[in-house]
């Protein structure tokens, strides 16, 4: 079965950095790109960045880019959101969300996590 | 940015009935479609990508069909399960967008 489950959210001011975690199992991990998705009750659901199997792409929404690095580490199992120079409009709940392939492509996610909640306020 | 846009906003059908669910692109995706269910406190659920291919598990009782603009998200007769939001996403063009969901409520 599929698992993911995301960590590492709370409250921070503005302009502060938080790093969110997601441990992954039930599936080769290193086959598949990964993604971060975030989810607000006003804006809705928004792709964050996206990161394909071998770390060998990268790709951000403009609002997050040049902030917001995705990683991985395949032997961990693991995916990774450093988020810096957070802003209140960065508040929402992430979700980690697997990829239906490995290479990085505009595409649908067949897994997610429950999410992990990131409240930027002062 | 492609403006995925669903209606209604909420829906109204008894159990048992079936549900129509709408989805429009502010320009064409092909078939590069998707739909999510989401039940209050849960994860996104894949239902159908493609446009029309059901994910792995999903019951017979959910189709989609569409393709360009136009997109539909039938479920052909309603389980109590199944009262949820569903939400559309578009994958044809970088950014992938979603639509801001229909709540299928009991009526």
């Known amino acids: 079965e599929v698992q993911l489950v995301e960590s590492g959210g709370g409250l921070v001011q503005p302009g502060r950095s938080l790093r969110l975690s997601c441990a992954a199992s039930g599936f080769s991990f290193d086959d598949y790109a990964m993604h971060w998705v975030r989810q607000t009750p006003g804006k809705g659901l928004e792709w964050v960045a996206g990161?394909?199997?071998?770390?060998?792409?990268?790709d951000y929404a403009d609002s997050v880019k040049g902030r917001f690095t995705i990683s991985r580490d395949n032997a961990k199992n693991s995916l990774y959101l450093q988020m810096n120079s957070l802003r209140v409009e960065d508040t929402a709940l992430y979700y980690c969300?697997?990829?239906?392939?490995?290479?990085?492509?505009?595409?649908?996610?067949?897994?997610w996590g429950q999410g992990t909640l990131v409240t930027v306020s002062s | 940015e492609i403006v995925m846009t669903q209606s209604p906003a909420t829906l109204s059908v008894s159990p048992g009935e079936r549900a129509t669910l709408s989805c429009r692109a502010s320009?064409?995706?092909?078939?590069?479609l998707a739909w999510y269910q989401q039940k209050p406190g849960q994860t996104p659920r894949l239902l159908i990508y493609?446009?029309?291919t059901r994910a792995t598990g999903i019951p017979a009782r959910f189709s989609g069909s569409g393709s360009g603009t136009e997109f539909t998200l039938t479920i052909s007769s309603l389980q109590s399960e199944d009262f949820a939001v569903y939400y559309c996403?578009?994958?044809?063009?970088?950014?992938?967008?979603f639509g801001q969901g229909t709540r299928l409520e009991i009526k």
């Open positions: 493609g446009a029309s």
């Open positions: 996403q578009q994958y044809n063009k970088w950014p992938s967008s």
């Open positions: 969300a697997k990829a239906p392939f490995g290479v990085l492509l505009i595409e649908y996610f067949d897994y």
């Open positions: 320009q064409s995706v092909g078939s590069n």
């Open positions: 990161i394909s199997w071998n770390s060998g792409s990268t």
